[in-house]
């Protein structure tokens, strides 16, 4: 059956490097979002007694159409390393405006968990521009990780679309599709050897329970593979094995990329796969 | 065919680490051995510098080190992989490579290294971007860091194809008055570092960077005094704060911000 699988990726890998299908052909990997709901990726706080998590909050709104400068409600909703909801919280930006969203701020005395996610929701004012382009808005912003002795903060940004929202319901949805009948393995363009530690987050970003198993490549060309399995929003932080020069990610899920901070001897460098 | 530029800034060590197998692909894929090359433009022609064969699955760290000092110094280096030997001038650089054709995108890991530390990010420039000759830049970035003691760099880097070299001008704006902080000289074919004058965007809102007759990637560095802690982080393109729906709808709201933000921009 294993060959099998490997038999069909081989055959889909070949007709689509023929086709040359690639960037443009990715929104066939989500389910349709309604026109005029907002979309964000999902994002990775870390909090505890090392970690700040910080967020610079822009009105997107004004900046797709500035000739029309207007306000705009965002939201942001939070959620545990289990995906479990932690909370919402609303906040009205000024045209041009950028504040700074605290996430210890947020979450002080509400969960003890030291990593977990959250995700932004744009709602502009004048909500007819985007419905009547039939896009829309979307949050793939910046993330600053420091740890309490740091003086510089490491930004990255988002890199998977996973939620929208109706700004007329109170939930968000995930619109990530995924192939039970066919694995997918993501390939870290990096080695991570020349880290004093490597941690490698990951999330699920479907509605169901998935299985990834990552796999560590050694110097002496040892494998070790681990499985997690990981509810719908649920996030994992794994440390990598000392002297694992390359991890691959393989799961159902296309464009399931990790999240790596890798800790230096003074610094750390925090990057997307 | 993905370029991976040097990222040079005074001060720091930069690398390029470069992979040969693709993002996305199960073990049994065939991979080819590929050469690694290095691209710096005189201005009339690209000098070309072999780096030597990567074989499959194997990874490799490049740097300034690895031209074995017959570049010009003065010069930013673009690292590139081919499946067939070249030529040490090209008048073009070389087109689309099919076994590139990944997605997610064939990527290096583009490295400045400090004092004890390093910061990366995984990233390429396309050649679908340094096909565009005359185009526009905009990054709407919230990362200058506004702390005492941290400074922060922005790289703006550009690639063309012809060798070409260009002057253009670029401004860091005020978002909402559209007033200009300050004003650079950038040059195609090049990672231009620009300073960020700290006093003026202490007092300022948020901020955007603008340059027309020249695209490239926003890259936003920040650090402290003695080197000890790196941010780098690029920018996402305008277009990326919409998705789904017409993309000709969407390439329409590009435009007209574009349009307000570059054109009509400055004081």
Redesign the interface.
Known sequence: MASLF?FS??VL?MI??RL????K???RF?N??A?GAT?SDLFLWRLGDQWITEF?L?N?S??????A?QGEVVVVRFFNAAGDFLKEWETVLA????QTLKIKEQLYGITSDVFGTFCVFHAPTLKNH?LA??????D???V?YRRNT????????GNT?VLSRNNDEPNQTCFVRYASWR?????????LD??VQTEVFISNPTKNRQTVTITQFFPDFQTTDTAVTLGPLESCLFTVEKLTR?IALSSHVF?L?PLVF?T??????V??? | MNYYPLLEIQGFGAEV?L?N?????????PINPVVVYAAQTTGSHWSIYDCGELLPWE?RIYSRADLNGEENPLESIFFFMSEQSLPNILSALPMPS?FQ?????????LRVV?????????GDYPDSLAKLENATLLS????I?K?P??TTRVLIINLCLCPTIREVEARLIT??ERSTLQTYRLRTNRVNVLSVDENLVHSA??TAVTCEGMTGIPV?V???LDR?????????P?A???????GS??R??VR??KD??LEKGGN
Not at chain 1, 95 to 98: G, N, R, S
Request: hydrophobic residues 30%; neutral net charge; charged residues 15%.
């Open positions: 490997r990726n081989r890998d689509q490097h040359r299908l690639r960037a052909s990715s929104h989500y349709k979002v026109p979309v610079p822009c997107l004004s900046l797709c159409f500035p000739m400068p045209p041009f405006e950028e985007f382009s039939q896009t829309n808005i979307s793939r912003g910046y600053s740091d003086q510089v903060s490491s930004y990255t940004h679309y694995k997918h393995t993501y390939n870290l363009q990096t080695t020349d880290a390359r464009m990329r890798k230096y001897v003074n610094g750390f460098d990057f997307h796969g | 680490q992979a197998f693709p993002s996305n692909g199960d073990y049994e894929s990874t099919l054709n990944t997605e997610p995108a064939w990527r290096g890991n400090g004092n004890g530390t390093v910061s990366s990010y995984s709407l970035s919230p990362m860091q702390c003691g941290i978002l909402a809102s948020a936003f920040s650090y402290n000890t802690m790196i941010s780098m982080e690029h920018t996402h305008p990326e704060m919409m998705v789904f729906g017409s709808a969407r329409a709201i007209g911000l307000h933000f």
